[in-house]
């Protein structure tokens, strides 16, 4: 392989030696690195199955050395294209998940999914703050802020990390809160992984055994009027509840109801905490706005809530857009519809908008880089790729008709957007993709801050502020 112009080729028995985890070079059988978008392309020179920090420490210096580069992958929900000048670091047996009532606090590993916390918090009345997917990694999660179907009552997940352990691209390992290392801990806190891998993070807990949530489905063809509907109603929601919209073309598989499938139809996802008598009122208008071909909400046991948005547990090769919006006008809605509406040939499998403001537009009480919380909506838009790629090798079929579907979608509602984006849904190593997801000086500082922890630039690889 060649960086510059000097080759390199990484020496695994002398990588092997200062690693107690595997160590795979490509053509071995550890080596394929799969994870939930299979249109991902991960061709790494080595991947190392870590098995605790101080492997962590030993690859970046390792990397380091070798004038090589370290990229980190958990579930691969958010994952980038990995080259050959990069060391993958595998973190799945880093699965610490201990759940301590006295504190209401969770110290979770890095290799650790959203579902093993909320199932093991239960049992003590306790909830984590996550996003609508159970099955991603809690630390890649966190890294981008995080927003779940409670952000407007409870705010950006990211606000509940109390202290961080991490391994910076120096290879040092350090400890971060807002007490310790405050500079780092505002950055590892939005910046994905800009400032070094994470090994293990402690969260509070909030005592939350029950929501009233779910998803209420309609027929597409009303589409139009449906998300006029959703859009006055959501206005006056106050922020114990929040809401999100969804346009879905949900395949014929096992695991969709045959309701929804193989049809476009509208889900309006809904989350209160609080009375459920309340939460029930709230909703009424946007239940009666047409007639639901499904009604799944109700009372929610909070480990369940990966059922308000069901998504797909399975991995699957998946081409993504987004933007925030400072506004959902009719206008917005037409372009919307307009693109992947009923008399559109979208292919995409979702377009969704997830309302913001509340507790996600609030003064953080101790900063992070996870920023744009002016913005009222967030947009974004899914497509599979077909036929299904193998598991190592991204595909060219699908692409043309998902994408300019999803860029005319983006190009549509542009005098809406704000130009920004979330971190945690614009998974991209392309550096104006990246800047997006920050304002100028959160960006600046974040650069700052990774020369200084990183001066050889080890870390400097896929979806990093560089
Ligand atoms: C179906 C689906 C639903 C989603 N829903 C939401 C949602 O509701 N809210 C939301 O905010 N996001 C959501 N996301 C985005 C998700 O939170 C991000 O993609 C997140 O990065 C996934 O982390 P991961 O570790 O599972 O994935 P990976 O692909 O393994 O990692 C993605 C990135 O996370 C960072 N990362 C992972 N581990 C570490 C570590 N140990 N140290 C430092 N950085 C690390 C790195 O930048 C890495 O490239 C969703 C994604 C999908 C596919």
Redesign the pocket.
Known sequence: MTIGPITVRPDLTALRAVVGGAVHGPGDAGYATT???LAVTRTPCAVVDVADTDDIAAVIRFAGDAGLRV??????????EVGPDTVLVR?AALDVCEIDPSTRTARIG?GVRVQTVLDAAAPHGLALVC???TT??V???L??????PLVRSLGSSAGYVRSVRVVTGDGTVTDASAEVNPELFWGLRGG??TL????EVVVDLLPISEIYGGAVYFDGAEASGLLRAWRDWAADLPREAGTSVALMRLPEMPGVPPALAGRLTVAVRFAAVGDHGAAQRLLAPMRAAATPLLDAIGPLPYAAIGAIHA??AVPMPVHEGTTLLRDVSDGTIDAIVGAAGPRSASQLIVVELRQLGGAFADEQKVRSAFGHRDAAFNLHAVGVLAPPPGPDHGSADGVEPVSSTTAHLLAAVRPWSTGTS?A??N?SADPAVIRTCYDEDTYAWLAALAARLDPRGVLHT??VVR
């Open positions: 994870g939930f978008n990229a980190v992958f958990a579930t691969g929900h958010g994952g980038v973190t890095a996003g609508s997917s991603v990694g630390v890649g999660f890294t981008g802020g995080g927003i779940g994905k992984a070094g891998i994470i090994t998504d797909p979330l945690n849904f998974a896929g979806q």
